[in-house]
């Protein structure tokens, strides 16, 4: 997700891998695992625990998505003074 167009340069503000194992259960697909880490947040690389874990269980849809993306934005906050914002 780009948070902003940049004012300089073309260098990443933040970068992320995602990985989640879904498994058939009942005719639907459900997130038997997850992993969320983000590079460019912090110092060294972020994992978004609590994104990861409330994925867990949940069956694979857009509104599981939807939560898990509002999660993430309260687990890992982007200062507005960040280095390419538009602040």
């Known amino acids: 997700i780009k948070q902003a167009r940049r004012r300089e340069d073309d260098i990443s503000i933040v970068t992320a891998t995602l990985r989640v194992l879904l498994k058939p259960e009942n005719g639907a697909w459900t997130v038997a695992e997850a992993a969320l880490a983000y590079g460019g947040m912090a110092p060294t690389t972020v994992l978004a625990e609590k994104t990861a874990a409330a994925l867990v269980g949940k069956e694979w ?24 914002g538009q602040s």
């Open 61 to 84: 849809t857009e509104s599981t998505f939807d939560g898990a993306c509002a999660t993430l934005r309260d687990e890992l906050r982007v200062p507005a003074g960040a280095p390419g």
